[in-house]
Protein backbone atom coordinates (compact mmCIF):
# COMPACT_ATOMS: atom_id res chain seq x y z
CA UNK A 1 0.00 0.00 0.00
CA UNK A 2 2.72 2.72 1.16
CA UNK A 3 4.44 2.20 -2.55
CA UNK A 4 1.06 2.81 -4.02
CA UNK A 5 0.56 5.84 -2.10
CA UNK A 6 3.48 7.32 -2.98
CA UNK A 7 4.44 5.48 -6.40
CA UNK A 8 1.12 5.02 -7.66
CA UNK A 9 0.33 8.24 -10.27
CA UNK A 10 3.33 7.94 -11.51
CA UNK A 11 2.68 4.24 -13.27
CA UNK A 12 -0.86 5.49 -13.75
CA UNK A 13 0.24 9.21 -15.49
CA UNK A 14 2.90 7.90 -17.57
CA UNK A 15 0.79 5.07 -18.89
CA UNK A 16 -1.79 7.73 -19.64
CA UNK A 17 0.65 9.52 -21.50
CA UNK A 18 2.19 6.81 -23.58
CA UNK A 19 0.16 5.77 -26.09
CA UNK A 20 1.55 6.30 -28.99
CA UNK A 21 3.72 3.14 -30.54
CA UNK A 22 6.40 5.57 -31.50
CA UNK A 23 6.58 6.80 -28.00
CA UNK A 24 6.76 3.34 -26.88
CA UNK A 25 9.28 2.42 -29.31
CA UNK A 26 11.78 5.57 -29.49
CA UNK A 27 10.91 7.53 -26.57
CA UNK A 28 10.33 11.36 -26.40
CA UNK A 29 14.07 12.39 -26.41
CA UNK A 30 16.31 13.56 -23.79
CA UNK A 31 14.22 16.94 -23.46
CA UNK A 32 11.40 14.58 -23.52
CA UNK A 33 7.81 15.68 -20.95
CA UNK A 34 5.62 13.26 -19.49
CA UNK A 35 2.44 13.82 -18.31
CA UNK A 36 1.94 14.43 -14.41
CA UNK A 37 -1.23 15.37 -12.45
CA UNK A 38 0.25 16.23 -9.26
CA UNK A 39 2.12 19.41 -10.73
CA UNK A 40 0.44 22.30 -11.34
CA UNK A 41 2.19 22.75 -14.94
CA UNK A 42 1.30 19.05 -16.47
CA UNK A 43 4.28 18.33 -17.62
CA UNK A 44 7.83 17.01 -16.81
CA UNK A 45 10.54 15.93 -17.75
CA UNK A 46 11.85 13.25 -14.82
CA UNK A 47 9.77 10.55 -13.30
CA UNK A 48 10.85 8.92 -10.12
CA UNK A 49 11.05 5.56 -12.01
CA UNK A 50 14.50 3.95 -13.28
CA UNK A 51 12.75 2.12 -15.82
CA UNK A 52 10.17 4.68 -16.97
CA UNK A 53 12.97 7.02 -17.30
CA UNK A 54 14.85 4.99 -19.49
CA UNK A 55 11.49 4.56 -21.81
CA UNK A 56 10.76 8.01 -21.76
CA UNK A 57 14.45 9.21 -22.88
CA UNK A 58 14.85 6.46 -25.18
CA UNK A 59 11.44 3.99 -25.59
CA UNK A 60 12.13 0.73 -25.89
CA UNK A 61 14.89 0.60 -28.28
CA UNK A 62 17.00 2.25 -25.51
CA UNK A 63 15.29 -0.01 -22.50
CA UNK A 64 15.89 -3.39 -23.61
CA UNK A 65 19.73 -3.47 -24.70
CA UNK A 66 20.38 -1.24 -21.35
CA UNK A 67 18.73 -4.17 -19.59
CA UNK A 68 21.05 -6.66 -21.18
CA UNK A 69 24.00 -5.35 -20.75
CA UNK A 70 23.49 -5.34 -16.84
CA UNK A 71 22.53 -8.91 -16.82
CA UNK A 72 25.21 -10.29 -18.90
CA UNK A 73 27.75 -8.48 -16.49
CA UNK A 74 25.92 -9.91 -13.46
CA UNK A 75 25.54 -12.54 -15.19
CA UNK A 76 29.32 -13.04 -16.32
CA UNK A 77 30.70 -11.21 -12.89
CA UNK A 78 29.13 -13.45 -10.72
CA UNK A 79 29.11 -16.75 -12.46
CA UNK A 80 31.87 -16.72 -14.64
CA UNK A 81 34.55 -14.63 -12.20
CA UNK A 82 37.20 -16.78 -10.12
CA UNK A 83 37.20 -13.51 -7.92
CA UNK A 84 35.22 -12.04 -5.31
CA UNK A 85 35.74 -8.21 -6.12
CA UNK A 86 34.40 -9.11 -9.59
CA UNK A 87 31.76 -10.91 -7.51
CA UNK A 88 30.68 -8.20 -5.38
CA UNK A 89 30.65 -5.52 -8.32
CA UNK A 90 28.34 -8.29 -10.28
CA UNK A 91 25.83 -7.82 -7.12
CA UNK A 92 26.49 -4.18 -6.85
CA UNK A 93 25.26 -4.17 -11.13
CA UNK A 94 22.54 -6.75 -10.26
CA UNK A 95 21.18 -4.72 -7.46
CA UNK A 96 21.16 -1.44 -9.01
CA UNK A 97 19.16 -2.99 -11.79
CA UNK A 98 16.73 -4.57 -9.70
CA UNK A 99 16.35 -1.42 -7.52
CA UNK A 100 15.40 0.53 -10.96
CA UNK A 101 11.32 -0.88 -10.43
CA UNK A 102 11.08 1.78 -7.38
CA UNK A 103 13.71 4.44 -8.01
CA UNK A 104 17.27 4.10 -9.01
CA UNK A 105 17.40 7.04 -12.05
CA UNK A 106 20.15 6.78 -14.27
CA UNK A 107 21.83 9.91 -13.53
CA UNK A 108 25.48 11.57 -14.78
CA UNK A 109 26.65 10.87 -10.94
CA UNK A 110 29.77 9.22 -9.52
CA UNK A 111 27.69 6.40 -8.01
CA UNK A 112 26.10 5.87 -11.74
CA UNK A 113 29.77 6.29 -13.10
CA UNK A 114 31.00 3.86 -10.81
CA UNK A 115 27.77 1.14 -11.92
CA UNK A 116 29.08 1.55 -15.45
CA UNK A 117 32.90 0.83 -14.30
CA UNK A 118 31.52 -2.36 -12.70
CA UNK A 119 29.75 -3.58 -16.15
CA UNK A 120 33.31 -2.94 -17.64
CA UNK A 121 35.19 -4.93 -14.92
CA UNK A 122 32.76 -7.47 -15.23
CA UNK A 123 32.87 -7.89 -19.06
CA UNK A 124 36.88 -8.07 -18.78
CA UNK A 125 37.96 -11.98 -19.31
CA UNK A 126 41.21 -10.81 -18.01
CA UNK A 127 39.76 -9.27 -14.71
CA UNK A 128 37.41 -12.43 -14.32
CA UNK A 129 40.21 -14.45 -14.72
CA UNK A 130 42.43 -13.49 -11.93
CA UNK A 131 42.19 -15.20 -7.95
CA UNK A 132 41.97 -13.92 -5.20
CA UNK A 133 45.75 -14.17 -3.87
CA UNK A 134 46.29 -12.33 -7.86
CA UNK A 135 44.40 -9.62 -6.54
CA UNK A 136 45.81 -9.58 -3.45
CA UNK A 137 48.63 -9.67 -4.73
CA UNK A 138 48.52 -6.26 -6.86
CA UNK A 139 46.84 -4.21 -4.18
CA UNK A 140 49.82 -4.67 -1.80
Known sequence: ???QESRGAVFTDFFEDFTSTQDWIFGRGIQGRVYRSIYSQGTLDIIEQGFLTVILR???LYLVPFVLIFLRAAWLGFFR???DLVKALAILVFLHL???F???LPDYSTYYV???ISITACFN???RDYSNA???KAMN
Do not use: P, Q, T, V
Request: glycine share 12%; charged share 15%.
Open 1 to 3: EGF
Open 58 to 60: GGL
Open 81 to 83: SNN
Open 98 to 100: ALM
Open 102 to 104: YFN
Open 114 to 116: FIW
Open 125 to 127: KRM
Open 134 to 136: DLY
